[in-house]
């Protein structure tokens, strides 16, 4: 069964930085694309980054330069780096593997 859990969210002032795990179980991480997205309140679910079984990256244009998607396929863990925080970043953070997607993590950025 696959099962992806998240963690590493929380209430941050604008500029910090927050590292996203997500633990996933019943598959090989290293071998399968994975991406993360977002949904801020109110608003539908917005993809943010991805990293493909090469290793190649993609992010959104709202987060180019500020997060860094990566993996550690010891852990068979997922990560998401994100510096320079902004309010606008504020949302539940799910990382997902096809359509299967995780309980999520909460961001929050405010001052």
Do not use: H
Request: aromatic share 6%.
């Amino acid at each position: 069964e696959v099962q992806l859990v998240e963690s590493g969210g929380g209430l941050v002032q604008p500029g910090a930085s927050l590292r996203l795990s997500c633990a996933a179980s019943g598959f090989t991480l290293s071998g399968v694309a994975m991406s993360w997205v977002r949904q801020a309140p109110g608003k539908g679910l917005e993809w943010v980054s991805s990293i493909n079984r090469s290793g190649s990256t993609k992010y959104a244009d709202s987060v180019k330069g500020r997060f860094t998607i990566s993996r550690d396929n010891a852990k068979n863990t997922l990560y998401l780096q994100m510096n320079n925080l902004k309010p606008e970043d504020a949302a539940v953070y799910c990382c997902q593997i096809a359509t299967t997607r995780g309980q999520g993590t909460q961001v929050t950025v405010s001052s």
